[in-house]
């Protein structure tokens, strides 16, 4: 069945330090692939999103997704954390239409 | 152009009401989609839609729910008598077209008492 599984439930990372958040998909072929990320009491804003082509995609807010097919991945990454970054992020894939989103993870920042 | 808009923002039923939320997709776009997330869950999609089109229902619950998109005026996802189970934040996206990315709107938060 396809999946969209995002292992970390809950991540806290003080200010400044580098961010991974993990996404793995189960899919026959290759889906397209995105993040968003949601502020509290908010709708889902697009963080970024893989096509085809250069497997390191750039999205906004400093944020960037590498995509694995060996390991079916799409992690989301960023080298330096902000106290705003704050909110939870979701995962999603989308094949033929079908477009499946992963539970999320919640970042916590610390000072 | 003004983003996907929702409304009600908020929407306060007693069991066994209807509700009726709104979706007004981006200027352009002609395919909508509508989500459900419970607290602490995340996105669980309902059923997507073209103008005056249901395309893929296959998330919406058998009885009580149905959403329509009609060739004018926003798309509505109905409710019919409401139970608690039902309080949830429901999204909606749209998309110029298929495959292609989505863009949410700010969410209608039910809340049935």
């Given at each position: 069945a396809?999946?969209?599984?995002?292992p970390?439930?809950?991540?806290?990372?003080?200010?400044?330090?580098?961010?991974?958040?993990?996404?793995n998909?189960?899919?026959?072929?290759?889906?397209?692939?995105?993040?968003?990320?949601?502020?509290?009491?908010?709708?889902?804003?697009?963080?970024?999103?893989?096509?085809?082509?250069?497997?390191?995609v750039?999205?906004?807010?400093?944020?960037?997704?590498?995509?694995?097919r060996?390991q079916?991945?799409?992690?989301?990454?960023?080298?330096?954390?902000?106290?705003?970054?704050?909110?939870?992020y979701?995962?999603?894939?989308?094949?033929?239409?079908?477009?499946?989103?992963?539970?999320?993870?919640?970042?916590?920042?610390?000072? | 152009n003004?983003?996907?808009?929702?409304?009600?923002?908020?929407?306060?039923?007693?069991?066994g009401q209807?509700?009726?939320l709104?979706?007004?997709?981006?200027?352009?776009?002609?395919?909508?989609?509508?989500?459900r997330?419970?607290?602490?869950e995340?996105?669980k999609?309902?059923?997507?839609?073209?103008k005056?089109?249901?395309i893929?229902?296959?998330g919406?619950p058998?009885?009580?729910?149905s959403?329509?998109?009609?060739k004018?005026?926003?798309?509505?996802l109905?409710?019919q008598?409401?139970?608690r189970?039902?309080?949830?934040?429901?999204f909606?996206?749209?998309?110029?077209r298929?495959?292609?990315?989505?863009?949410?709107?700010?969410?209608t938060?039910?809340?049935?008492?």
């Amino acid at each position: 069945a396809q999946s969209v599984t995002q292992p970390d439930i809950h991540i806290t990372v003080s200010e400044g330090a580098s961010l991974e958040l993990r996404c793995n998909y189960s899919y026959g072929a290759t889906p397209y692939l995105f993040w968003y990320v949601q502020s509290p009491g908010q709708g889902l804003q697009l963080l970024l999103k893989y096509f085809s082509g250069d497997t390191l995609v750039q999205g906004i807010k400093g944020f960037e997704a590498e995509f694995k097919r060996s390991q079916s991945s799409f992690n989301l990454r960023k080298p330096s954390v902000h106290w705003s970054d704050a909110a939870e992020y979701f995962c999603a894939v989308e094949k033929d239409n079908d477009m499946r989103f992963g539970a999320g993870t919640r970042l916590t920042v610390k000072p | 152009n003004a983003g996907v808009m929702q409304n009600p923002r908020h929407l306060v039923r007693r069991r066994g009401q209807e509700a009726r939320l709104r979706c007004s997709p981006m200027k352009g776009h002609s395919h909508v989609y509508w989500y459900r997330q419970l607290p602490e869950e995340g996105l669980k999609f309902m059923v997507y839609l073209q103008k005056e089109n249901i395309i893929d229902e296959s998330g919406m619950p058998k009885e009580r729910f149905s959403a329509e998109f009609p060739k004018e005026g926003p798309s509505i996802l109905r409710i019919q008598q409401v139970v608690r189970g039902d309080s949830a934040a429901y999204f909606c996206a749209s998309s110029p077209r298929q495959i292609y990315e989505q863009y949410f709107g700010p969410g209608t938060r039910l809340t049935v008492t």
